[in-house]
């Protein structure tokens, strides 16, 4: 059983129809890249799953189990996190609260400060720089405070909307890196992406949206390759 299962997932903005009948898998360990051209439908596939919307139509199962009515707070109890796309810190609250925030459904206090020591370990700069405000920080830092937060619920699946908007590519690869290290530490993650070609090259697999339905889908290392994508999405 896969950890993550869209079947026929339709979401509608009032008359606009953003997503139709979009099915996809997420097995436990992978790290899963959505693209599409803006407005495919991508973000708005993430806040179904992590329950931010409504779907009109279409079943949502996170681990056998069907999350397609339950409440935001309650996927995140189950161990859906998401790390919204333009990082949405509160930049007038501390890196600490912040943080504290992401940890917002846990009652095991003692472990939050310690899972937080533990974030401060993987994210120096986020240690060095707790009591500051996240405003304060650069963009590359507040995408690093943005999944750090998410991962404060320790979350089996992780949904990573446009972690590299913005960022200078230097800070690109090591966002990337830390995808990666994550997901070696068995985070299984599903990612939106516009720099396309390194999400493929560091992703297991990949679907394509456009206007809000898959139009291919297949092992990253293949698609890479594929004359449609390429020429659609990788500038070749
Ligand atoms: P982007 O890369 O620009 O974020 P996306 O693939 O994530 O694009 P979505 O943000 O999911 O696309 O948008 C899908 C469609 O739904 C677009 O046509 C968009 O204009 C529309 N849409 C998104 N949010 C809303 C909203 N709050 N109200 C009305 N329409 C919306």
């Given at each position: 059983m896969a950890l993550l299962e869209i079947e026929n997932l339709s979401v509608n903005y009032g008359g606009v129809q953003a997503v139709r009948g979009l099915s996809l898998k997420v097995e436990e360990g992978e790290v899963v890249t959505l693209i599409g051209a803006n407005g495919a439908g991508k973000t708005t596939t993430l806040r179904a799953v992590s329950r931010m919307l409504r779907p009109r139509e279409g079943r949502i199962v996170f681990a056998g189990r069907d999350i397609t009515r339950v409440a935001p707070d309650e996927a995140v109890r189950l161990g859906v996190a998401q790390s919204p796309e333009g990082r949405q810190v509160l930049a007038r609250q501390s890196i600490q609260d912040n943080l504290e925030l992401g940890a917002y459904?846990?009652?095991?206090m003692g472990e939050v400060r310690a899972d937080i020591g533990r974030m401060y370990g993987r994210f120096p700069r986020l240690g060095e720089r707790r009591n500051q405000l996240a405003g304060t920080l650069s963009g590359g830092e507040q995408q690093m405070l943005a999944i750090a937060r998410a991962l404060m619920s320790r979350p089996r699946l992780l949904l990573l909307d446009e972690p590299s908007l913005g960022l200078a590519p230097i800070i690109v690869r090591e966002i990337f890196d830390i995808i990666g290290e994550l997901n070696a530490g068995g985070t299984t993650i599903l990612l939106v992406e516009q720099n396309a070609r390194l999400a493929m090259q560091r992703s297991h697999r990949t679907y394509v949206l456009e206007a809000g339905q898959l139009t291919l889908e297949g092992d990253s290392a293949r698609l890479v390759n594929d004359e449609r994508v390429l020429h659609a999405y990788l500038g070749g």
């Open positions: 459904t846990r009652r095991d």
